[in-house]
């Protein structure tokens, strides 16, 4: 047995050639489908919506938090009892086999990449590397002969899911979940349609890129017969938390914290959502995009470049890569202690905020001085 780093709290788990020991017979004998989770963005979302639909039906076990990693997943797996009739565990990664590991340790009957895109290219060394290393899972699919849900609008997904049984959800009537925006101010509001009635669901998430995500949970709620009312209602029952697309209104200004993480993809999408929204004044705040490689300055430019293009009456950037992007164009902080230091000797009143950056940003420390 190896010991997972230098870990002092205990927490040990077998690394061999079979990365759970014991552990995956054990799982065979429990038998109960397990449905996995990877993807650059939304993972974490996604995971939860599942969990809110599936829950209405099974008993269910599903990542908490983001224990995602090559701990994490075999604690979770740790959790999973002959009670469980489901499973829904998230898998992320940031160097490639990362993903290979942890479906050999959670060996899961279904799988849903939800996107690929820019994001620990420090650790994937390409984009080209993050489509292989997600990739992952569809290749243990293909080989176990089990099942995906995939968005047929993705054509980086398209192109590697050959040879493998699809659930397919997206935008065309011809998915198995097919669904459209109807608004988005601030929140989703989207329709899908089974069996010709058209479902209308109010939710709690911000974005239009959010809807890929319901979508995802619709198509599993159908696929595992959970009547579509039920569906409808547990995807607008569900409210993120965590700094993930949180609305927040305080006494002087109503924040979008969307502080927990941020990438070039993730970034570009929450800054047009903002940028179609019909609220003024507005203010960005926004921190780096960290673990980016030799690309972080090339990438941290194209966001300066896009905020340009908006009309935004206030842009408060912070962290070392978007002082060098910005140059004299915008406002910039070395710090989020400076960041919260100016705000705070200068307050904004009456403003919309998106406030979004990497998680070692912490960004949403900035809250307690608007």
């Known amino acids: 047995m190896r010991v997972c780093g230098n870990r002092q709290s205990g927490l040990f788990y077998r690394r061999t050639h079979n990365p759970c020991g014991q552990r995956a017979d054990d799982l065979a004998a429990i038998g109960c489908p397990i449905i996995g989770i990877t993807g650059t963005n939304g993972k974490t979302t996604?995971?939860?919506l599942l969990a809110s639909v599936l829950s209405t039906k099974y008993n269910l076990l599903y990542t908490e938090g983001n224990l995602n990693n090559h701990i994490g997943v075999p604690l979770t797996l740790l959790r999973l009892t002959h009670d469980h009739e489901m499973a829904v565990i998230e898998m992320g990664a940031s160097h490639p086999g990362d993903i290979k590991e942890l479906v050999d340790i959670a060996q899961p009957n279904y799988g849903i990449i939800t996107n690929v895109g820019r994001a620990h290219l420090e650790g994937f060394g390409s984009f080209e590397g993050v489509i292989k290393t997600k990739g992952e899972l569809y290749d243990y699919m293909r080989r176990t002969k089990g099942k995906i849900f995939i968005n047929q609008d993705n054509k980086y997904l398209k192109e590697i899911a050959n040879g493998i049984e699809q659930v397919t959800y997206g935008s065309d009537e011809t998915a198995f979940a097919w669904g459209c925006v109807v608004s988005c101010n601030p929140y989703l509001?989207?329709?899908w349609k089974q069996q010709g009635k058209i479902h209308t669901v109010e939710t709690h998430l911000i974005g239009n890129y959010n809807l890929d995500n319901a979508l995802v949970a619709v198509a599993v709620g159908r696929f595992f017969k959970i009547p579509a009312e039920r569906?409808?209602?547990a995807i607008a029952a569900y409210e993120p938390t965590n700094n993930r697309s949180q609305l927040k209104k305080t006494?002087?200004?109503?924040?979008?914290?969307?502080a927990?993480?941020?990438n070039p993809s993730s970034m570009k999408v929450a800054l047009d959502n903002f940028a179609t929204m019909p609220v003024s004044p507005k203010a960005l705040?926004?921190?780096?995009?960290?673990?980016?490689?030799p690309t972080s300055d090339e990438l941290h430019t194209e966001v300066v470049a896009r905020i340009k293009e908006g009309n935004y009456d206030k842009v408060f950037l912070c962290g070392e890569h978007f002082q060098k992007a910005a140059g004299k164009d915008f406002t910039t902080y070395a710090t989020?202690?400076?960041l919260i230091?100016?705000?705070r000797k200068n307050p904004l009143e009456g403003y919309h905020v998106l406030i979004k950056g990497s998680h070692g940003m912490a960004l949403e420390r900035v809250v307690e001085v608007l």
């Open 46 to 48: 996604t995971k939860e």
């Open 260 to 262: 927990y993480n941020a």
């Open 251 to 258: 006494e002087n200004n109503e924040l979008i914290i969307d």
């Open 341 to 343: 230091e100016a705000l």
């Open 231 to 233: 569906i409808s209602r």
């Open 285 to 293: 705040i926004l921190g780096d995009m960290r673990e980016l490689g």
């Open 189 to 191: 509001t989207f329709e």
């Open 336 to 338: 989020t202690e400076e």
